[in-house]
């Protein structure tokens, strides 16, 4: 547990530096689902690169897309590519685009994403493909929260619970913020529960930033057979671990962190971790 | 009794004569289905009309329902084809408008193996006016890198075209039709993808043609033989990548080039042509739609804007006798 959040405050700080050295990107997002990302990539789809080719797998795909500079530090920090790669984050040439790209040699992206909504789509479709070639791998998908306002999550939504996709678990990253606003002033999403429970999901709710309680529901998520498709609400902060970014709907992005910032917003995770 | 009574007060919906493009799609996709297992159909409830009532029936595993759900089931075609299926996306060419943005990004950015397959194009849908009248098709999504664009003339290249395209490797996005269509191809000249096939030789001018109107076009022809103008026709079902290479030979001889789609001319059949032939001398025309259509019959809105066999055969007429007086 301990090794846990000592692992995610230094994803923090990859997090950051290389939205540093690429002059612009999407920080108070990346911090808000590192936690949840961290924990099911190092559990569930620890595999060596090359093992992403094979088709009966755990997938993930993270729809908030933007937040790529999160997935890409977990992915560095578990072997699966390399910190200079991680490091060219937006960069010409760099495998680590603004927002993930999908390619034959990096399956692990899991999918094509910068346009809300889709990647949920795309999570699906590997959870109805598992259950035709009848896998009983299982399939994590993270949505924003002011991506729930796309009509295609709602199609979505409607199509698991059809289709019965009980390998499927979808969490949403509620950190209450989108880009220009808090969720609930820009399009108010809520009653989340209760709509995706109508919907024919099962629901749960957690802090997104608990280790016990991530493992709690992921792990159960997994390791038990669910009658129905799951949704995790995972209650976090945008800009989480770093005091002047947090819940200032300004870290949303695409912003610039100048090198000041960025020295402020390194000490203070690592004051935090040596507590 | 709840689909018959559909079918009863929406007759349009199922695909009654056999010849229709839809029908012929959906008859040889069942029939190759049988071998490969690979192939899995998605629908935006209305396999009745697209003429997948046929996989439906015998493949219900493979059938995968979507409900009316256009982007949701664009993006889930490519995850499915990175689980080794070859995803066969259905609806009406005007719904996979709303989701091109999915096959975009979902689809076309990582090359993956999904094949969308539309039927109800252009003017040929009739009587369910513009709105269902899909004329940007070609133009969207000939703009995708990645995607091969393919519109067959009838039902015996449909049946080559089918097949090839479950095979090919990489997105493709074909056009059926909805009208019953004159079966003229002969199948010994087969199909592949990015070749036209030359249907008539012409000294004069060529017409090249998809989808509905290289019929008309080849009727044209004949009846302007019979009054001394030489034309060629052209049937170039591959819209993109487009035969360069026999664009180059039929334009060595003729005076021009004619071509004539159920689409917009912004962007499709005639645009790909003129793209290609662009850095030579030979005079391209482009006849298709510049507004929406209307309501009607098939034949009638052809004739109304311009693209039926009659309209051709003037346009030929009309571009003898301009070219008659430039050598005068």
Redesign the interface.
């Known amino acids: 547990m301990k090794n846990f959040y000592k692992k995610t405050s230094n994803l923090r700080i990859d997090i950051l530096d290389s939205i540093f050295l690429a002059k612009s990107g999407h920080p108070g997002g990346c911090l808000s689902c590192v936690d949840l990302i961290y924990y099911i990539f190092k559990n569930y789809l620890n595999y060596k690169k090359n093992f992403f080719r094979k088709l009966d797998r755990n997938y993930f795909v993270l729809s908030k897309g933007h937040c790529a500079p999160a997935l890409y530090a977990v992915v560095n920090e578990l072997g699966i590519i390399k910190k200079k790669e991680m490091l060219s984050l937006r960069k010409i040439n760099s495998l680590a685009q603004g927002h993930t790209h999908l390619t034959q040699k990096n399956l692990w992206m899991g999918a094509n994403t910068g346009s809300l909504g889709q990647g949920f789509s795309f999570a699906i479709g590997y959870a109805l493909g598992l259950k035709k070639i009848n896998s009983k791998k299982k399939v994590f998908t993270i949505l924003g929260d002011g991506e729930l306002q796309e009509g295609e999550i709602w199609e979505g939504a409607m199509f698991s619970s059809h289709h019965n996709l009980n390998n499927l678990c979808a969490i949403i990253d509620y950190n209450k913020l989108q880009s220009d606003e808090k969720v609930k002033n820009i399009i108010n999403v809520e009653p989340l529960k209760q709509k995706w429970l109508s919907f024919g999901w099962k629901v749960l709710s957690i802090d997104g930033h608990n280790y016990y309680q991530i493992k709690k529901v992921i792990d159960n998520f997994f390791k038990k057979p669910q009658k129905k498709p799951t949704l995790i609400i995972a209650n976090t902060i945008k800009g989480k671990g770093v005091k002047f970014m947090e819940k200032n709907p300004f870290w949303h992005g695409s912003v610039k962190i100048t090198l000041e910032q960025l020295n402020k917003a390194k000490n203070e995770i690592k004051n935090a971790k040596k507590k | 009794m709840k689909s018959k009574m559909q079918k009863k007060n929406n007759p349009d919906l199922i695909a009654k004569n056999s010849n229709s493009l839809r029908e012929s799609f959906g008859k040889i996709l069942t029939k190759i289905s049988k071998k490969n297992k690979k192939i899995?159909v998605l629908d935006a409830d209305i396999a009745g009309g697209t003429g997948l009532h046929h996989f439906k029936k015998k493949f219900k595993?493979?059938f995968?329902q979507?409900?009316i759900?256009e982007?949701?089931m664009?993006?889930?075609?490519?995850?499915?084809s990175?689980?080794?299926?070859v995803p066969i996306v259905t609806t009406f060419s005007v719904f996979m408008l709303r989701a091109f943005?999915?096959a975009r990004?979902?689809i076309a950015?990582?090359n993956l193996n999904v094949k969308i397959v539309a039927s109800h194009p252009g003017l040929d849908v009739g009587p369910d006016g513009a709105s269902a009248q899909c004329l940007e098709d070609l133009a969207c999504f000939r703009s995708l890198p990645n995607f091969s664009i393919l519109s067959p003339c009838d039902s015996n290249e449909m049946e080559l075209a089918t097949k090839t395209l479950v095979e090919h490797k990489g997105p493709i996005y074909m056009r059926t039709g909805r009208s019953n269509s004159e079966t003229f191809f002969n199948k010994k000249l087969g199909f592949s993808i990015g070749k036209g096939k030359v249907l008539i030789s012409g000294s004069d001018f060529y017409i090249i043609g998809c989808g509905v109107t290289t019929l008309r076009a080849y009727k044209a022809a004949i009846k302007l033989k019979k009054i001394g103008i030489s034309v060629g026709v052209v049937n170039m079902s591959t819209i993109k990548p487009i035969d360069f290479d026999l664009l180059k030979k039929i334009s060595v001889n003729v005076k021009a080039i004619l071509t004539v789609e159920d689409h917009s001319i912004y962007g499709g059949l005639g645009s790909s042509v003129a793209e290609a032939l662009s850095n030579t001398n030979i005079d391209v025309y482009i006849k298709g739609m510049r507004t929406f259509g209307e309501s009607g019959e098939p034949d009638e809105l052809a004739k109304k804007f311009g693209i039926d066999e009659n309209s051709i055969y003037k346009e030929v007429i009309k571009l003898k006798s301009k070219y008659d007086k430039l050598k005068k």
Do not use: K
């Open positions: 899995i595993n493979r995968v979507c409900g759900a982007q949701n664009m993006a889930m075609a490519g995850s499915l990175l689980l080794g299926f943005e999915q990004l979902s950015y990582s």
